[in-house]
């Protein structure tokens, strides 16, 4: 393990990535991939805790109205959560990947419950943990709980998966001449309503607590166990 690297980290995987080359659900291929790009990063010996979102099957804040109360909607979300965690865990597993799902979430016949301290013992052996449900309540969203279940789990960082390879001043969709930032203060991202690669409540929460954010492209090879390695795989907001 290099001197740099971080102890534990917490990786957060939107629906949307995990969806692939699919408009929804789940690329199985792409998950396999991404179970090879994590076993580098256990390999080095670093412990990773996954957060993963759910808007491949539903999001909450689009689902709500017309009948559905906010809660509701949330709360299916949550479900989706729990689908991309479940089959998530199975493809890491058929890598050979010890990894174990764990719920914020009552789904005691699918997956163990989120406790503090089997969560600890599952990282200590050496198993990835993915964990379902975001926090488990409505009106947060799971980067917010991504932030918290770092702050929980002692984790260093929180890597933050995304689209793009970082923050750039502009869209960079948009602007071609858009300019990517290497490094930024948590004031600057929360006041810049330009940024919206993570919500305002996750990085509030990071910034009161002085946690790390890296957000980075997982698309790439090598780039989850260069942003483990505390290497610049994108923009580290700090």
Known sequence: ?????????????????????FEGGIDADLGAWLAQEVKKVADNGTQTVIMVGGG???????????????????QIG???TMMNALALTDIFESQGIPTR????????????PFIHRLAEKHLEKGRIVIVAGGIGRPYLTTDTAA???????????VLKATKVNGVYDKDPAKFPKAHKVDRMSFQDAISDNA??????AAMGLAMEHELPIIVFDAMQAN??????DGDTAGTTIS
């Open 147 to 157: 932030v918290s279940l770092a702050l929980e789990l002692e984790c260093q960082v």
């Open 195 to 200: 940024i919206k690669v993570m919500d305002k």
């Open 78 to 80: 949550m479900l989706g």
């Open 56 to 74: 491949n099957f539903a999001r909450g804040a689009q689902l709500a109205g017309h009948g559905i109360k906010r809660v509701t909607a949330d």
């Open 1 to 21: 393990m290099s001197k740099s690297s971080y102890k534990r980290v917490l990786l957060k995987l939107s629906g949307e990535q995990l969806a692939g080359k």
């Open 223 to 228: 780039n989850i166990l260069k942003a483990a």
């Open 101 to 112: 799902c764990l719920s914020n979430i009552f789904a005691d016949q699918v997956a163990e």
